[in-house]
Each structure stands twice: as C-alpha cells, then as structure tokens.
C-alpha cells in the first residue's frame, strides 16, 4: 500500500524497538543482519536479537541462536545456541524446536540424541511448522527414528508436500516410484517430481525427466 522503502522501514522499527516493542527489535536485526535498508552489521543483529529475546521475543532466541550456531555477528558457540533453541521451543517457537531437533539429530552442541530429535520435530509437525514433518519423515524413512516406517515417511512427506514443501514430493515421489510405503505408482511419481519441478527443484526436474522418456 505504500512505495517501499527500507530505510524509512529501519526507522520505523528503530523507533519502536527503542519504544521496547520486541517485535520492532527482531525486526530491525533481521535489516542489520542482511544489509537491507541500512549497511550490514552483524554484531548490531546480534545485540538488537538479544535485547528481543531477553524481553521475551522466542523470534530474538531463534534468530541469535542462529547467529551463534554458525558464528554470525558473535564467537560460534552451539551449545549456546543450543539453550536459546530450547528457550524458544518451549517459549512455544515452532522454528526454535526444528532447529534444536537438528542439533539433536547431529550432535551439534549437545550429545546426538535422535529419539529426542524425532518428539522435537513431532512437536513442530503436530503445531502445524512443516519442516519438522519433513525432517520427522526422513528420520522414519532412514530408520533414525523409533524405528523404520515407510508408512508414517509417506503420510509425513505427504503432507509437507500439499503445504507446499518441494523436497517432500521429490522423496514420496520416490517412494511411489520404488512402492516404499505406498503401493508402487510410476505415474504418481512423475505428477509428484513435476510438482517439485515446477516449485523450482532442479531433483524434480531430472527425475521427471527421467519418467518421461
């Protein structure tokens, strides 16, 4: 409704971060961390996300706990970044729950533990955040979880996808391609990859291709 304009959008957010809106904060950082609207500054996200998520902001814990996860703006520190995850998780932060199930899962900044890694994805999933069904899906499918179940994989990828979520076509089109968890559907596979094609997944693209000769 307006001409954009990001510089205007920084002072604005400046103005009610400084008014103690957190959401004006995060929002300001995200501007710093990327350069928009104002000259990149990493180490100001970083202090502007903290001023968020010590004011309660789950959005601030995320986005410093990425920081600190990959070394943006601040010393790499996992296992920090591990407690703001779960801060925001169990502040109720769908992403903060995703990202600590990939610590989780890999063993980065806390002990690998998967089985913990599979209820923090089932959490996001079951809260409506579809990369934790993917996640959670692939866990199945690999066996990484309780056990392997190509069933639940299929059902998980399933969803994801009808939210949208190229990557899950490309596996359920693969299990309809192989009859993993489904009953085996060539034609169903090829609707599936043409579908993560048309999102932009070159994978999709190639094993549409592939169907098709």
Do not use: P, W
Not at 44 to 53: E, G, V
Request: charged share 25%; hydrophobic share 25%.
């Amino acid at each position: 409704g307006v001409r954009q304009d990001k510089q205007k959008a920084s002072k604005l957010y400046t103005k009610a971060c400084d008014g103690g809106n957190n959401s004006g904060c995060v929002n300001l950082g995200a501007m710093y961390e990327n350069g928009y609207g104002v000259r990149q500054d990493k180490q100001k996200a970083s202090k502007l996300y903290t001023k968020a998520c010590d004011g309660g902001n789950n959005s601030g814990c995320v986005n410093l706990g990425a920081m600190y996860e990959n070394g943006y703006g601040v010393r790499q520190d996992k296992l920090k970044a591990s407690k703001l995850y779960t801060k925001a998780c169990d502040g109720g932060n769908n992403s903060g729950c995703v990202n600590l199930g990939l610590m989780y899962e890999n063993g980065y900044g806390v002990r690998q533990d998967k089985q913990k890694a599979s209820k923090l994805y089932t959490k996001a999933c079951d809260a409506g955040m579809i990369e934790g069904c993917y996640n959670l899906a692939m866990m199945y499918a690999n066996g990484e979880s309780e056990h392997q179940d190509y069933l639940r994989a299929s059902k998980l990828y399933t969803k994801a996808c009808d939210s949208g979520y190229a990557n899950a076509c490309i596996n359920l089109g693969i299990m309809y391609y192989n009859g993993k968890g489904v009953r085996q559907n060539t034609q169903k596979a090829k609707e599936l990859f043409a579908i993560a094609c048309d999102k932009g997944e070159q994978k999709g693209c190639n094993n549409y291709r592939i169907l098709n000769k």
